[in-house]
DNA sequence: GTGATTTAATATCGATCATTATGAAAATCG
DNA sequence: CGATTTTCATAATGATCGATATTAAATCAC
C-alpha cells in the first residue's frame, strides 16, 4: 500500500513491492493475482482505514463535522510514518485507463467518500442548520476540492500547520447559518 | 504535451508519443534528447500557455483577478480538445522522483506559478483591498489548493458548471473589506 | 527416521521499455 | 548532372517489465 501511495501505480515495480513485503514473486501472485488486484486490494484497505478513521462519532453539527473532517485529513496527510498525501488521489491519477474494473473500483470508492460528505451537509440542510437554498452538491464538490488540493500541497511539502491554517480558510466558504423564522419569529424581531 | 497531459510521465510510452507526433524516434531524440527532456519541454511549454492565457489584464483589484484566474482556469480544465484537468498537477505526482533535474524544474514552475498569485493577493492588502493583518501565503495557499482540487475534479467528470460554481463557493473564503478608517473616519461614524 | 506434501527461492519466460545503429530516400549544392 | 550531406524509416540493442516454471528447503504425518 505505501509503495503504491509513494509512487503511484506504473512507477511501482513487482521488484518495489516485493522488497517492501519481503516475499518472492510466486507469493505474491498465489495471494494476490497479479499486480492489478493487488493494487485494487491495497487501495480499498487504504479507503477502509480512512473510513475507520474518520468516522467522527460525537460531532453534532454538519459545519463540526466537515471542518474534524478536514482536520483529520490534513494531519493524515502529513503524517511522518506513510507517504504525505492522499493514495486515494494518487491511484486516480496514475491508475491504468486501459482496465475497466479499475476504473470501475476507483470510480466507485470515489463516489461513495464524496456520498458521506453530501449525506452530511445534506443532513445539515434538513436540520435547519444550513439555509434549506444550499447548493449541497456544489458545497460537496467544494470541501472535495479542498481534500484533493491539500493531498496535493502535502505531497509538495506543505506543512501540518499550513494545512490546517488553510482548512480554517476553507471553512469561511461555509454558508452563513438561516434566520430561525419558526423558532424566534413570536419572541422578537430584535 | 497532450500525451503526458493525459496519460502521465511513465504511462507515456515512447510509441504513443511519436505516434502523437507522426515522426520516428531517431527523429524525437535528435531533436529533443530523450524522453525526460521532452517531458521538461512539454510541461515548460504548458506553463507558458497557461501564463500567457491566464495573464488577465485590465483587472483592478485582486478579488477580481483571483476569481478571473480560477474562472478560466475551470475553463481551460474542461476544455474539449485536450485533456481534461492540468498537466502540471499530473506532473507532479507522476514525474519520476529519480531525476534531480526535473524535480528541480516542476518545484520552480510551480513555485513562480504560485509566487504570481501570492504577490496579487500581497498587493491587495498593500492597496487597502484587503485587511492589513490577512494572511498572504495561507490564503494563496487556499486558492492553490482549489485550483489543483479543480484539476483533479476536472479529470474525474466535473462538468464546466459545477467547476465554475465551486469557483463562486471559493470566493466566499475571500477577506472581507476592510474598515475605510482612514478615508471616512472624518466623514462620518455611521 | 523416512517419504509425502507444502512452502519458498532461483531461474527464466515473452513482451515491452527507452534508445540507437543501419540503411534507403530525398534534398542540397558545386 | 553527380557528389555529398541531410532526412527519414526500419530494425536491432540491452534493460526491465510483469508473470511462471523449475528446483531447493522445510514441514508434517506416520
Redesign the interface.
Known amino acids: 500500500m505505501q509503495v503504491f501511495w509513494q ?2 501505480y ?2 511501482a515495480s513487482m521488484q518495489d513491492l516485493l522488497a517492501a513485503m519481503n516475499i518472492n514473486a510466486p507469493s505474491l501472485y498465489a495471494a494476490f493475482g497479479d499486480k492489478e488486484a493487488l493494487f485494487l486490494e491495497a487501495v480499498q484497505r487504504y479507503h477502509a482505514n480512512v473510513r475507520a478513521q474518520c468516522n467522527c462519532p460525537g460531532v453534532h453539527t454538519a459545519r463540526e463535522w466537515v471542518e474534524l473532517l478536514l482536520t483529520e485529513l490534513a494531519t493524515l496527510f502529513t503524517n511522518r510514518d506513510h507517504p504525505r498525501g492522499c493514495l486515494a ?2 491511484a ?3 491508475a ?2 486501459t482496465s475497466v474494473k479499475v476504473q470501475r473500483v476507483l ?1 466507485q470508492e ?1 463516489e461513495q467518500a464524496h456520498g458521506r460528505l453530501r449525506a452530511r451537509i445534506q443532513q445539515g440542510v434538513e436540520d435547519g442548520e444550513l439555509p434549506p437554498d444550499t ?1 449541497v ?3 460537496t ?2 470541501y ?7 493531498s ?2 502535502a ?2 511539502g ?1 506543512t501540518r500547520k ?1 494545512l490546517l ?2 482548512v ?3 471553512m ?2 461555509w454558508p452563513p447559518a438561516p434566520a430561525k423564522r419558526k423558532a424566534q419569529a413570536k419572541v422578537s424581531a430584535r
Do not use: H, N, W
Request: aromatic fraction near 2%; glycine fraction near 10%.
Open positions: 509512487k503511484g506504473e512507477a488521489v494518487m486516480l491519477m496514475t491504468p485507463t470510480a470515489r447548493e452538491d456544489v458545497l464538490d467544494f472535495g476540492a479542498i481534500i484533493s488540493g491539500m496535493l500541497q505531497r509538495a506543505a499550513g491554517a488553510m480554517q480558510t476553507a469561511r466558504a
